[in-house]
């Protein structure tokens, strides 16, 4: 399950003073004075008293803020992350609230129906730039920071490759001509962003072919190689592929580090 601050299970209207967001977010008062009047971060409204009001959008930029601090980020840089993944487009934002609604559920089947949904009022391009790529990193951020585990997010993923392999196996036959080509860098550690790009071009009527992933993973190890992925794999990976986190965090670099130091401790010893 996730873990939410108290705050995130408030109704969509309801405020909080200045302390009480204090309180929720345990960042203290000064802070969040502090960030509102170098970086305005949150726009809060203010009573007739000239009191602040933050409301559940406003909550929802203040933990991301606290969040990226906590990831190493400097106050600047972690205002204008926050600003990015809280303030998409107007018609945007209800298909990602009812993605992440979805999502806290662990409701797979309605992330689908979310998707379809804004595909229907947005369009293929725009959902996918505006709703699905926004809302994933928003569930990366989640992991990141603790807030669901991988399990969950693995979940929220799949869901994700499934609506993407069904814009692919209902696209129209591409022309013959040679496929586009995609690939992560060697520092990657997520390929949905690639595996939606890929469901676009194939909506466009153009083919496109991904590096296997223990390709990439011998890339990285400074091996070469290539290895073409048909049309129909080109929006999901094999079931027997490694599964990653989206969120692109210190801990699956960290978990490779630890096997690479004990394989050279298990040489040394042999």
Known sequence: MIAEDQASGGPPGCVFTIRQASSLLTVPVSTLRSWERRYDVPMTARTSGGHRRY????????????????????????????RLLLQPA????????????????????????????ANRELGIGATMDEVLMPAMRRIGRW????????????????????????????????????????????????????????ALLVHAGRSSARPEPAVVDASADGRSGLAGRSREECAGRGANAPQRPLSGGTRPAAARRSRRTR???????S
Do not use: N, Y
């Not at 394989?263 to 010893?269: I, Q, T």
């Open 55 to 82: 409301t559940k959008l406003a909550i929802d930029e203040l933990r991301l803020m606290r969040d990226e601090i906590a990831r190493g980020k400097r106050a600047g840089d972690a205002a204008i992350s926050a």
């Open 263 to 269: 394989r050279r401790r298990r040489s040394r010893r």
């Open 90 to 117: 107007d018609s945007a934002r209800p298909f990602i609230d009812a993605f992440l609604a979805a999502a806290q559920a662990m409701q797979p089947a309605q992330i689908r129906v979310t998707l379809d949904d």
């Open 143 to 198: 992991w990141e920071t603790g807030r669901c585990d991988v399990g969950h997010e693995h979940l929220v993923t799949e869901a994700a490759r499934t609506w993407l392999g069904k814009i692919v196996a209902f696209a129209p036959e591409p022309p013959r001509l040679a496929p586009v080509v995609l690939a992560c860098g060697p520092r990657d550690t997520h390929t949905l962003g690639l595996e939606a790009l890929g």
